[in-house]
């Protein structure tokens, strides 16, 4: 207690300078205006290229937890978690200039595998899979991630010192190596065991740019039909009905238009980085049924490069459908000369806390991309292209007016 009230006297004193003004050519906001029907941001984007910039360099000058983790303090049915405490650990940072991002620190370093026995509900979330997903997700052309870049995070300075909830003041403490660290705060269970370190003050750290707010772009969050079981003995339809897919075709709004091509892009994008945690998808309402996936929370991503989980694919195997846009782009990366794994390593190399991924995670990469390029030959050899590619190539631009409006 003594310390906290040193270091907010001490911020009383050398407080940070004013808030600036909401400036039209900041990042955050060309980044949100930026946002359309066909994806999070254009492919050739300035805004995001400054975005990330910006991340990378900006002062903080708060930090609080997430919405979620708060409302896990108020509102825990602790009988239904059992993964272990406090291995969830997040917290939202601002910046001066009114923008903000999702700060995930490091919990395991690069070169360690998730442990086999490990359900994939109790896996650690690892900072440098949010900044690759954030990477092969642009590669792919999807431009579903939010921009998300590495960081070095004084957590002394930069959480410590600018927050003003008590309940994450009262989480620091001092290790016996003398390093700053902090832990989650919540009703089950959290310990210090699980407690994330800095070296002594320096954390490396994941930031993701936020989306706009609710009620500027409103968001469903709506089950994945291929959602897994959250239990260890338990199963769900898909997994032990090879004809699942016959009823989710049958569901609005799975029965006509992009939904169903949509989340087998998005069973693509996870079987590529090994994340079987994908319980829901978030979509903007105003783009209609159509519009495009969030493809959001990706920590979980790249635990065991030497695992292929080919369950991740069942929607592509079981539907035996794919756009011929995302078929396209996936060939051209099994090229030796576009080998998705130099293409992803050249990209890695751009961020702050490059190398990302290790050796081997790279090369799983290409090793996973032949294996979904051999699941869609065998759905081509066994119903024929026409019924297998999908024609996406010839859609119209989108007009101006399914922009994202931040106005009112």
């Not at 319980?279 to 105003?286: G, I, L, N, S, W």
Request: hydrophobic share 40%; net charge neutral; glycine share 4%.
């Amino acid at each position: 207690s003594r310390r906290h009230k040193l270091y907010r006297e001490e911020l009383n004193l050398t407080s940070p300078a004013a808030l600036l003004p909401l400036r039209p050519e900041a990042s955050w906001l060309q980044f949100h205006l930026g946002i359309s029907r066909d994806g999070l941001y254009p492919r050739s984007s300035p805004a995001v290229s400054r975005l990330l910039r910006d991340m990378q360099d900006f002062t903080t000058i708060s930090a609080d937890y997430s919405q979620d983790e708060k409302a896990l303090l108020g509102a825990c049915d602790c009988s239904q978690i059992v993964k272990p405490s406090g291995v969830h650990l997040k917290l939202v940072l601002r910046f001066q200039d009114f923008g903000k991002a999702m700060f995930k620190p490091m919990r395991q370093k690069r070169d360690e595998e998730t442990p086999e026995d490990f359900f994939y509900f109790v896996d650690f979330q690892r900072h440098n899979a949010e900044i690759a997903a954030f990477h092969l997700d642009r590669i792919l052309d999807f431009r579903r991630v939010p921009p998300t870049v590495g960081r070095l995070i004084n957590v002394t300075k930069e959480i410590l010192e600018v927050t003003k909830n008590e309940i994450l003041q009262s989480v620091f403490f001092i290790s016996p190596a003398s390093n700053v660290c902090f832990f989650a705060k919540c009703p089950y269970m959290c310990k210090t065991e699980y407690a994330v370190c800095g070296n002594p003050h320096l954390l490396e750290g994941s930031l993701s740019a936020f989306l706009p707010s609710l009620n500027l772009a409103p968001r469903l969050s709506i089950p994945n039909p291929w959602i897994r079981s959250y239990s260890f003995d338990g199963k769900e339809e898909w997994e032990v009905n090879p004809l699942y897919c016959n009823t989710v075709r049958e569901i609005y709004p799975y029965s006509n238009g992009n939904r169903l091509l949509n989340i087998i892009d998005m069973a693509i994008f996870d079987f590529l980085i090994g994340n079987m945690d994908r319980h829901h998808y978030e979509m903007f309402t105003k783009f209609g049924d159509d519009g495009f996936l969030l493809h959001l929370d990706n920590a979980r991503g790249f635990g065991r490069h030497s695992h292929d989980e080919t369950s991740i694919l069942a929607p592509l195997s079981q539907c035996c459908i794919i756009k011929r846009t995302t078929l396209l782009r996936l060939q051209l990366l099994a090229e030796p000369e576009y080998r998705l794994s130099d293409v992803m390593r050249e990209s890695l190399l751009q961020d702050l806390l490059a190398p990302v991924l290790t050796e081997p995670h790279l090369l799983a990469l290409d090793r996973r991309l032949q294996l979904i390029l051999k699941a869609v030959r065998k759905c081509i050899d066994t119903y024929g292209e026409v019924k297998v590619v999908a024609n996406d190539t010839t859609q119209p631009e989108a007009p101006a007016s399914d922009k994202v409006k931040l106005t009112t």
